[in-house]
């Protein structure tokens, strides 16, 4: 008797899943998906024109067909004990040669004539064959040849038969109607959809094995996928908020801000808008709101909260998920922590085990609502996630599983928080990620304290207006893509700034003015551009008063990007109760690097900060006297900024870097930190012509004569830097054709394949190496650790996958690859 052709099999227990049913579980969780308002209604905007029930039906019955490579007997032999000497097969590929051997009145027991005259129909399978996230080009003939032989224990012809005898009697649309045309947009869309629907449909937990051809399982497996969508959270229909979207919903404080009021006014209408607020002004609240109103119309039904740093999604994540148990009734949707190697919904934490399920730490069995934290790739399926930025942008790159991502996330408000800190490269892939999700019916919602007017004409498509112009907007401002308006005056965010600049940027300069203040009994905040310039400042504050450099756990420390994942979560906690809440007794000195410049609740008395861009710095003076009500010590009633500048003045740093400023020379390619010159001068220029800042009253006409190309083309012309102006804007253009390339655009023909490279980066230059060690170590502050991220420099000839070993504990040091790290109370060094 011949074997049954299989869909799912494990390999452990030889259990098997029927490949009709499989198939089954699958169309039916597509028809599920378009069953739902906000799917379907996405499909049909990538159409053009409404669905039918019959065309839906229609486009299940295409994505049965999802993985009829699989009668091949060469793939149906991985799960034979006696393979007989056959070469395997992937299903993707043996799924053209099954297209290219059947005719359509033998093909499905001859059932396969119903598709035949459908318009388009050999279009449609370079769509169902790209299910596993990437498009699958034809594999040519010679190799195939004998995937599809005879086998005296399976005839895979037979299989077929039943295949077709399912299609007809599940989907008997197929003999009267036929599914849309395939346009472009629709295309990727059904990609995407398909791609969803085999993820869920795969899900043993959902769909039990059914070994044996049931002609009575679709309308099962119908149930279980619609079903299946509730638990896992892609069907929202049922949940609701606690009460209407207005501002207690929101907030205990009696009244919003002007920003958040300002946001709250906007039109749901408006898919597009941009919130330029200063620091501190509520610019999360403002974005729950809007959240809050889109879901309560049902214009939106998820929200994804991309950041620009893993460590920012983590400080984040927390805050996002209580104010979803606020905002919903009954089963608040848990805020996921879409940041990859961390397992995170609500508050609860996940551990991988083999054959893909996940162990919570709160719950003894995987609880189906927190489907989407468990693996990368599902992130933005996720009702509510909090990220980085890179897994909103994958949803527009030529990487695997874009489709599904953009697909996912359609249903969602998008909200990208400090869109002033991407370059040109992240701008243009994240300028397409929003085109296409506004154009399938979603919300993006961008934000920034300091967003020049160049940066914003990019996003509203627009010519950047003249300097004279731009310096004149209103700021705070929301603008949407046609309008702007004014937000009204919020005196709780007036504060004056002394800034002043000074020659010398050693670590014993900015450790010098830093223990004097802290004497005097001032929190100081000391922001470097490196993290060598930062540890040398450190240990000069160390060595000059030990008892007012931060600690964490009685340790003194710092902080930047090289500290293991779970320490970089304690520092970060430590940073608010020291800075926010004042637990600390007297003076304290807080040193660091950029990652102190975004998403910690930071009030400082006073900054030290190395020389930067004009927006990056009026970031880091975010920092300064936040909290407006605070009681000050002496002398320290008025935020002060000192400015530390290169001794040798700024020309060097368009031949040589130094400190993070400027270009690297002999790599190449223009590399470094902060390159413009003339935006570093422009910004100099503003420190020394105004000593007291005015914030936010100052903010627009100080970024604009910093970073408006009017004025950076004037100072380079004045101090001899055209040419160092010309190779940047290259580097720009070059960044842009380059995103250009790689950028997914469903405006276009569907691919017949991807790059080669499996990996796209989200950001230029390759990513550093993830280490994790397998049983965690106690770390410098008698915490456990296991995870770190290596930079790029650091990472050469380790493999993703290289064991980490710990070669001694005090302090602890890790092996990988042949290269030794010691992580101690100053972070991670390559010994």
Known sequence: ???????????????????????????????ALLELPKFRAAAERSLGQDLTVEQVRCIGALSFLHDIGKLAPAFQAKAWTNRDGITLRGHLQCGWWWLDRNAADTALGGNAKHLANWPDITSWFPILFAHHGRPVPHPGQVNGLDAFDIFENYDWRESDSVLGEALLAWFPEIRTAAPPPVTNEFSHYVAGLIALADWIGSDRNAFRFVPEFDPEYWPQALEIARLRLGDIGLDAREKRLKGSAVWPLISDHSEPRPAQKAVAEVANSERLIILEAETGSGKTEAALWRFARLFEAGDVEGLYFAVPTRAAARQLQQRVHHAAR???????????????????????SGQRLPDFETRWDDAGETAPSRWAAEHATRFLAAQIAVGTVDQAMMAGLKVKHAHLRGVALSRSLLVIDEVHASDAWMTEIQRGVVRDHLALGGHAMLMSATLGASARAVWRDEPTPPLLESQTAPYPAVWTLQDCRSVAHDAYADKTVKIAAQ???????AAGIAVQ????????LVVRNTVDRAKETWAACIEAASDLVFALNGVPTLHHSRFAAEDRARLDARVEQVFKDRDWNGGCILVGTQTLEQSLDIDADMLVTDLCPMDVLLQRIGRLHRHADRVRPDGFETAAAHILCPPAGLDPLTRQAENGLGVYAGRGTLTGVYLDVAMLAATLDEI?????????EMNRGLVERATHPERLDAIAAEFGWTQHRRDLYGKVLAEIGAAELQHLDRRKQFPCSFPADEIVYTRLGAPGALLRLDVPATGPFGHPVRSFALPARWSDGIDRDAAVSVVQTNPLVLEVAGLRFVYDSSGLRKQ
Not at 517 to 524: E, F, I, Q, R, T
Not at 688 to 696: F, G, H, K, L, S
């Open 326 to 348: 606020r905002l919903f009734r009954d089963a608040a949707p848990e805020a996921v922590l879409a940041v990859p190697g961390q397992v995170l919904a609500g508050e609860a």
């Open 517 to 524: 203040a802290a004497k005097k009994g001032a929190c100081v």
């Open 688 to 696: 020394e012509r105004a000593p007291v800042w005015r914030i936010p």
């Open 503 to 509: 020659l010398g940027w050693d670590g014993a300069s």
């Open 1 to 31: 008797m011949s074997m049954s052709a299989w869909g799912k099999a494990d390999v452990f227990t030889g259990e098997r899943h029927h490949l009709a049913h499989h198939c089954a579980d699958v169309a039916a969780v597509t028809i």
